[in-house]
């Protein structure tokens, strides 16, 4: 019996917390807070107008993207110069902040609806096995682990996974029951196929396009059909969720969720989509969509 695919999108919206604020947006730039720094960084679909357009001048970095290409380019720092790595946290995970060539830094902040989901449901468990693949610094696995699950951490980035056990280390999590593996997402999940592995959670937020650890291509549209289908023959007969996020133009959550009900046709169950969301703080504040989700759920 193939999983209910809910009719309607949702739009799962993430507010500013302690250490993390969009303050305002507008003419393809945002402005966030990290911690106690302000940030400008590039973003198309603010096509509005901003609400002070003068604090942006304030801010304590910016990124100036190269040409067309708004992933690439450098930041640029006020007059106290550049700016190191620094501490940031969400509940009880922390982790630290840093101003990546990509103009990303080191996190993706509309991620916590997510981590909320996650956060939620295994806290319903007796302490699952959860995969995480294209971890990242690896804060959707700590969250977990914080949740009381027990898990296995991928990517292909070595400098990625060294930065995510140091952030389990920050968050006092270095004896949490986590695996810390450097691989190629596609060759990882082949292989627990093979040795018939089982997990009750399994977390996929994969880029448009990577290279693994030995050269391997990544691309998004062409790999992640067999990857998804890997991914649901290692769910356990009493797995409980299937977590998949995007970030692509050409892509959206309905597509994300008629891949997963292909990928889990036999296992009932529910397939909830839609787009990920950061609202500014204040009055009259407006969100911007960011990256697109598909999710199933044992119930």
């Avoid at 970095?61 to 190269?66: G, K, N, R, S």
């Avoid at 006092?172 to 959670?201: F, L, N, Q, T």
């Avoid at 169950?269 to 009259?284: F, K, M, Q, V």
């Amino acid at each position: 019996m193939p999983p209910v695919l809910s009719s309607l999108p949702q739009t799962l919206v993430t507010q500013g917390w302690s250490d993390y604020a969009l303050l305002d947006s507008g003419e393809g730039r945002k402005l966030e807070r990290y911690g106690r720094y302000t940030v400008v960084r590039p973003e198309p679909q603010c096509f509005w107008k901003p609400r002070d357009p003068g604090v942006f001048d304030r801010a304590n970095a910016v990124f100036d993207p190269q040409q067309e290409e708004e992933d690439a380019g450098r930041w640029r720092f006020d007059e106290h110069g550049p700016i190191d790595a620094f501490p940031l946290g969400w509940r009880d995970v922390r982790f630290i902040g840093r101003f990546t060539p990509f103009r990303h830094l080191a996190f993706f902040p509309e991620q916590a609806a997510n981590w909320e989901w996650l956060d939620a449901r295994i806290r319903t468990l007796q302490r699952p096995r959860v995969l995480n693949l294209f971890g990242y610094t690896g804060v959707a696995s700590l969250a977990a682990a914080a949740a009381g699950a027990e898990v296995t951490h991928v990517d292909a980035s070595k400098k990625s996974v060294a930065w995510a056990r140091e952030n389990a280390e920050l968050s006092g999590m270095s004896e949490k029951p986590i695996r810390w593996i450097v691989d190629d997402a596609r060759k990882y999940a082949a292989r627990e196929v093979r040795r018939g592995a089982k997990y009750h959670g399994i977390i996929l937020d994969p880029p448009k396009y990577g290279r693994g650890p030995t050269g391997e291509i990544w691309r998004l549209f062409e790999d992640m059909p067999g990857l998804l289908a890997d991914c649901a023959a290692l769910l356990a007969d009493d797995a409980d969720f299937l977590l998949l996020n995007a970030y692509a133009a050409r892509i959206s959550g309905l597509s994300l969720a008629h891949q997963m009900r292909e990928a889990t046709a036999t296992r009932g169950g529910r397939i909830d989509w839609g787009e990920l969301a950061l609202s500014e703080d204040g009055p009259d504040a407006r969100a911007i969509g960011l990256s697109f989700f598909a999710r199933w759920s044992a119930s």
